[in-house]
C-alpha cells in the first residue's frame, strides 16, 4: 500500500492544507500569522488571491471553533 507524503499534500494545493491542517493550525496560530506563512510558503497566491483565502480561512476557523470567531 502506498503511503501519501503530507508534505506533498500541503504543497498540493490551498484546500487541502486547509482540510489537513486546519484544526491543528488554529489551535496555536491566530488568522493573520496562518496567512502570513501561508503566503510566504505559496507563492502562488497573489494579492487578489488573499481576499479569498482570508475568507476561506475565516469561514473555516468559525466553523470548527466558534469560540474564536470574532
Do not use: C, E
Not at 475568507?55 to 468559525?62: D, G, H, N, P, V
Amino acid at each position: 500500500m502506498i503511503q501519501m507524503d503530507p508534505k506533498w499534500l500541503l504543497k498540493k494545493s490551498f484546500s487541502s492544507f486547509v482540510l489537513l491542517k486546519i484544526d491543528f493550525i488554529s489551535d496555536f496560530l491566530n488568522l493573520s500569522t496562518i496567512l502570513r506563512k501561508y503566503h510566504r510558503f505559496f507563492g502562488f497566491i497573489n494579492d487578489s488571491g488573499n481576499l479569498s483565502a482570508i475568507r476561506l480561512f475565516s469561514t473555516k476557523i468559525a466553523q470548527h471553533h466558534p469560540a474564536q470567531a470574532q
